[in-house]
């Protein structure tokens, strides 16, 4: 079946630092990719879609210039979060665009 | 604007027994409506996709059917076993584009 791979499954960084969490489709070529971010026992939040050779389409509310997303081939997107402060620690999945919306197995940001 | 609910928010139950799970939506005209179990810490394993023409969907113990009419989801989970325990997603895909609409989840709690 289609794999999404995610990694790194837990990071822990300083504030003010960045860091790029990469999400791969490893049997399949995803042209659309997902970007989640989920607060603890809350659901899922669309942070943005990640869209191979284009700029990605971020929800409202969702800073750009803070969470820079790139999709520069059909099986790799990645997720930046720069200048990082303690209120961006959270949990954040991506998926893949496919009829069955297979989930990478999420990265826990902890911003210290 | 589609809306999905689920209802309970958490449950626990004995093990052994059947359990149904619940998912509304407030716009009937969805493209499908899918089941995913997280479990703490982890991504989303897909458990059950339920396309619009569909009026329900088994695999092993676990049965999901869909109202549209009425704009329900039930999850059936027969035979619970302490495993089951995880929170359970519901997501709908309201048309043809890919952006899915999730609920809040319900946290299952299998006593042993």
């Known amino acids: 079946g289609a794999v999404v791979s995610q990694h790194p499954s837990r990071v822990i960084c300083k504030s003010g630092t960045s860091v790029k969490i990469e999400c791969r489709s490893l049997?399949?070529?995803?042209?659309?990719m997902f970007w989640y971010r989920q607060f603890p026992k809350q659901s899922l939040m669309l942070m943005a879609t990640?869209?191979?050779?284009?700029?990605?389409?971020?929800e409202q509310g969702v800073e750009k210039d803070k969470f820079l997303i790139n999709h520069a081939s059909l099986t790799l997107s990645t997720l930046t979060v720069t200048s990082a402060h303690p209120e961006d620690s959270s949990f954040y999945i991506c998926?893949?665009?496919?009829?069955?919306?297979?989930f990478g197995s999420g990265t826990r940001l902890t911003v210290v | 604007k589609q809306e999905v609910t689920q209802i309970p928010a958490a449950l626990s139950v004995p093990e052994g027994e059947n359990l149904v799970l619940n998912c509304s939506f407030t716009?009937?005209?969805?493209?499908?409506l899918q089941w995913f179990r997280q479990d703490p810490g982890k991504g989303l394993t897909s458990l059950l996709l339920i396309q619009s023409s569909q009026r329900e969907q088994t695999s092993g113990r676990l049965n999901a059917s869909l109202d549209k009419s009425s704009g329900r989801s039930t999850l059936y989970i027969a035979a619970s076993q302490p495993g089951d325990s995880a929170t359970y997603l519901c997501a709908v895909r309201p048309g043809s584009n890919y952006q899915l609409i999730w609920g809040a989840g319900t946290k299952l709690i299998i006593k042993p």
């Open positions: 990640s869209n191979e050779g284009s700029k990605a389409t971020y």
């Open positions: 716009d009937s005209a969805i493209y499908n």
């Open positions: 049997d399949f070529q995803a042209t659309t």
């Open positions: 998926s893949a665009g496919d009829s069955g919306y297979t």
